[in-house]
């Protein structure tokens, strides 16, 4: 294998420990040192199509760590979602450029377009590495057992609905808070983390994996309110209907949609106030409504070190990877081991592209809408702090007043 140039880019939704993996990536391809040269791609697929470059193979060490402690994309991100033609475009630059190595740190649409980029260096007899690192909040890749972003994307979430339940046992009423997952309820998932008592806590969860019916979310926010005074819910942006139409559609005909031809279910506010709506018209109490937006992709006070140094490890497994005998193309890959161990596998770019992770049903129980002791134990090592709270209790003092005019 001939080692010519290597590119490195950035895809998709900006995290808090995405630099943490371009820092990892740099350090151990400057480290192999069987490079002519290291560029890196501005806007992501988007820079590598107008040939967009620069350069680097001489950054220094004390520059490249205080960009992996910087939250969201150093080398800028982008939206676009390659076909054949597009990525037959970014081909050419490489091609042109002496580019041997490519890497593009994404989730399963960056692994997608990493898997047609290597399918036509193959087709053509170029030699080309394309190497795919994980990432994504949405914690959705399959093959690896959690993502880098994840971890402090959860962190935060968790953080938030324990303000947020401590500021409701304060001012009891109904706390809604919309937070982020299009097919995926990890994230919403992580705020349960956030309550004192998992097992017996106010809060409610609603995820995109189970189908979202008015009449029971209505019943069971009412039972909740009910018992405790009070009632916590935490909804996924991609909620369905039992057609597996996103519930926002179905409440705002209008929606406006992506480039894609995807409902934009982030960057407003009409779920929450629409669901807010709702329970206030059943109830007749006041409700207060959150949507979360993107604040909690790259959120720099709840970064979670384990989820920043996983990020850079696994980097720099992907970079090994590249280096090895017979290397072509592959995904780099987190898995666990233990309790808590993990590593690094390669796996093959089709093994995670396109496709997505649920939720698993054993972290979930659709019934009482809480999530279980499985997912506690999947998710709290990942967060490395959890937040704490607690209750001040004491002996009522007895009535003085009251009892005399009883």
Do not use: W
């Amino acid at each position: 294998m001939k080692f010519g140039k290597a590119v490195i880019a950035q895809g998709g939704g900006p995290t808090a420990v995405i630099n943490h993996s371009l820092a990892g990536a740099i350090s151990a391809l400057i480290r192999h040192g069987e490079i002519d040269a290291l560029y890196g791609a501005i806007h992501g697929v988007e820079g590598v199509a107008n040939e967009q470059f620069i350069d680097l193979t001489s950054i220094s060490p004390e520059l490249l760590q205080r960009v992996a402690a910087t939250t969201g994309s150093a080398l800028g991100s982008t939206r676009d979602k390659p076909d054949e033609s597009y990525c037959a475009r970014m081909f050419e630059v490489l091609k042109a450029q002496d580019v041997r190595k490519f890497f593009y740190i994404g989730g399963n649409d960056s692994a997608d377009t990493c898997r047609i980029i290597a399918k036509q260096a193959e087709s053509t007899g170029y030699e080309l590495q394309v190497t795919h690192i994980p990432k994504t909040v949405d914690n959705d890749l399959l093959v690896n057992d959690h993502t880098p972003g994840y971890g402090s994307a959860a962190k935060f979430v968790a953080h938030a609905f324990a303000g947020a339940d401590m500021d409701n046992r304060s001012l009891p009423g109904i706390y809604l808070g919309v937070v982020m997952g299009r097919d995926a309820g990890f994230l919403t998932a992580a705020s349960a983390l956030g309550c004192c008592n998992h097992q017996d806590s106010p809060l409610l969860v609603y995820i995109p994996e189970y189908s979202f019916d008015t009449e029971r979310f209505l019943s069971q926010v009412e039972s909740t309110y009910r018992r405790f005074g009070r009632c916590m819910i935490a909804v996924s942006e991609g909620i369905r209907a039992e057609d597996g139409d996103p519930v926002l559609a179905k409440l705002h005909p209008n929606l406006d949609r992506d480039p894609h031809g995807n409902y934009q279910l982030s960057g407003n506010g009409h779920l929450a106030d629409s669901l807010g709506a709702l329970i206030k018209t059943h109830l007749a109490v006041k409700v207060r409504a959150d949507t979360f937006g993107y604040i909690q992709r790259s959120f720099a006070g709840a970064i979670s070190s384990i989820d920043a140094n996983e990020a850079r490890l696994v980097a720099e497994a992907a970079v090994n990877f590249s280096f090895g005998k017979e290397y072509r193309s592959g995904s780099a890959a987190i898995v666990r081991t233990g309790d808590y161990v993990v590593e690094y596998q390669l796996t093959s770019l089709e093994s995670v592209a396109r496709s997505t992770k649920s939720l698993g049903a054993d972290f979930y129980d659709p019934i009482t809408a809480k999530m279980t002791q499985s997912f506690f134990n999947y998710a709290r090592p990942l967060i490395d702090e959890l937040p704490h709270c607690t209750i001040l209790t004491g002996n009522p003092v007895p009535q003085i007043l009251r009892k005399r005019s009883q």
